[in-house]
């Protein structure tokens, strides 16, 4: 009943509601990468938990800049002696607005994570709670740094406070953004890191757990106590958490972990093996058809591929079995494969059914990577009979048509015998990456 009573009289449903309205607002209104990747925020159970998190990079400074508004209600409304007077001592007082505003960011983010879960819900059917405890982090991210808020409008209990905090707040995680482990004291991850192929590792988020909580213990006994020394010792649920959060994540070699169940393999095995991971199993019906299409154009060359297989996207070149084709059916390079499966047979066609060794974002010799996506594309080529532009690579086919031309002219010019020669001298070259594929197909 107070709590109830609280929250009708407090501003802790306009700080709770503005945080639903800013994050909906930043997700729907802005192209974010939250749209983008394997991981998108309404279709993977991995990536609503992660890119709601991520979105506190601008939220949680606007949560501790609201919350200290909500700290001076009491100086605002003239009340402050009053209170003082009371026989209640000072938790008591302070629980129920504190409550109020916990709970209304509580209730707020739970009201995100049910919107974008009934999304997630009808686009995938790969179910896990793995995404729970990432999820979790958060609130306890947002009722630690509410509390703080509030904290800081009692003891500071000017106007100037919360405009002050939320900017000081959002420069601390701008200054953290690229600082390494630093940036696992917010609730943030770095965007490359979220796929739905990985999941935070557990002691990740024990850790950050046990460093919000102590941040929230902090922020309400700062709220209560009086005096300069029991402010001081309100300061060590913090220190604490804070010591044993350092000690753990500076330890840390990378906070995102590969999740072992999401790169489970489900397959096809009725003719040339076919396999998908397992979010994408609904669609292994429709990657079987284009998949073995191209894995017959294949059989024209010696020691041919007889299955293909999906693979987590990776700027990492991973070597595979000489008889598989590995690819990547939804990812930043290729876009989402499984929604145009025309497009999944020039994809497996590339390079002779081979993986790119190298990606812009991991190569500053861009004429290599011209000179490897061209022979890529002329080795797709040969099995159709003309060149097509590469799923991924629209820009290059429009950027390098006149090299494209070239080549293909002078390589569909020699007898039959050599163009398969050359194919798969280029196929076992792209399988061990080993030099310029072009200088192959280019060769007298």
């Known amino acids: 009943m107070i709590l109830r009573t609280e929250l009708r009289r407090s501003a802790a449903p306009v700080v709770g509601g503005g945080l639903l309205v800013f994050a909906l607002g930043?997700?729907?209104?802005?192209?974010?990468?939250?749209?983008?990747?394997?991981?998108?925020?309404?279709?993977?159970?991995?990536?609503?938990?992660?890119?709601?998190?991520?979105?506190?990079?601008?939220?949680?400074?606007?949560?501790?800049?609201?919350?200290?508004?909500?700290?001076?209600r009491d100086r605002r409304s003239r009340m402050t002696e009053l209170l003082d007077s009371m026989p209640k001592p000072p938790w008591q007082r302070a629980l129920p607005p504190a409550g109020a505003l916990a709970l209304a960011l509580v209730a707020a983010y739970a009201l995100l994570l049910v919107?974008?879960?009934?999304?997630?819900?009808?686009?995938?059917?790969?179910?896990?709670?793995?995404?729970?405890?990432?999820?979790?982090?958060?609130?306890?991210?947002?009722v630690a740094f509410g509390l703080?808020?509030?904290?800081?409008?009692?003891?500071?209990?000017?106007?100037?406070?919360?405009?002050?905090?939320?900017?000081?707040?959002?420069?601390?995680?701008?200054?953290?953004v690229q600082s390494g482990w630093p940036l696992l004291l917010t609730p943030?991850?770095?965007?490359?890191?979220?796929?739905?192929?990985?999941?935070?590792?557990?002691?990740?988020?024990?850790?950050?757990?046990?460093?919000?909580?102590?941040?929230g213990v902090t922020g309400f006994?700062?709220?209560?106590?009086?005096?300069?020394?029991?402010?001081?010792?309100?300061?060590?649920?913090?220190?604490?958490?804070?010591?044993?959060?350092?000690?753990?994540?500076?330890?840390?070699?990378?906070?995102?972990?590969?999740?072992?169940?999401?790169?489970?393999?489900?397959?096809?095995?009725?003719?040339?093996?076919?396999?998908?991971?397992?979010p994408h199993r609904d669609d292994l019906a429709s990657v079987t058809g284009p998949a073995r299409e191209a894995l017959a154009l294949l059989g024209k060359l010696p020691s041919a591929p007889t299955s293909v297989v999906e693979v987590p996207p990776t700027y990492d070149y991973r070597r595979h079995p000489d008889d598989v084709v590995p690819v990547v059916l939804v990812g930043a390079d290729v876009g989402a494969l499984i929604e145009d499966p025309a497009r999944i047979t020039p994809h497996v066609l590339a390079g002779a059914g081979t993986q790119a060794c190298a990606r812009a974002e991991t190569s500053d010799d861009w004429e290599f990577l011209v000179r490897q996506t061209v022979a890529r594309t002329i080795a797709a080529?040969?099995?159709?009979?003309?060149?097509?532009?590469?799923?991924?690579?629209?820009?290059?086919?429009?950027?390098?048509?006149?090299?494209?031309?070239?080549?293909?002219?002078k390589f569909s010019a020699l007898p039959e015998t050599e163009q398969r020669d050359r194919i798969s001298a280029l196929r076992a070259a792209a399988l061990d990456c080993d030099g310029d594929l072009l200088t192959i197909l280019e060769r007298p």
């Open 381 to 409: 080529a040969w099995f159709v009979g003309e060149p097509r532009p590469l799923p991924g690579f629209r820009y290059d086919w429009d950027a390098d048509q006149e090299l494209i031309r070239s080549t293909w002219k």
């Open 148 to 176: 703080l808020g509030f904290a800081a409008g009692k003891l500071v209990p000017s106007l100037l406070t919360p405009p002050v905090l939320a900017v000081a707040g959002l420069a601390a995680q701008l200054m953290v």
């Open 26 to 72: 930043l997700i729907y209104l802005l192209s974010g990468p939250w749209w983008k990747g394997t991981a998108p925020w309404n279709e993977e159970w991995t990536g609503l938990a992660q890119w709601t998190r991520y979105l506190a990079i601008f939220v949680w400074p606007l949560v501790l800049g609201a919350s200290a508004w909500q700290g001076l």
């Open 188 to 215: 943030v991850f770095e965007a490359p890191d979220i796929t739905a192929y990985t999941t935070v590792a557990p002691t990740v988020t024990l850790t950050q757990a046990l460093w919000f909580a102590g941040l």
């Open 221 to 278: 006994a700062l709220a209560v106590v009086r005096g300069a020394v029991r402010r001081l010792a309100a300061l060590l649920p913090a220190a604490l958490a804070a010591a044993v959060t350092a000690t753990v994540l500076s330890g840390v070699d990378d906070p995102i972990v590969a999740d072992d169940a999401a790169s489970a393999l489900v397959c096809d095995d009725d003719g040339p093996r076919v396999c998908v991971l397992r």
């Open 115 to 142: 919107v974008g879960g009934v999304q997630v819900a009808s686009n995938t059917s790969y179910f896990h709670l793995k995404w729970l405890p990432v999820a979790g982090v958060m609130v306890l991210a947002l």
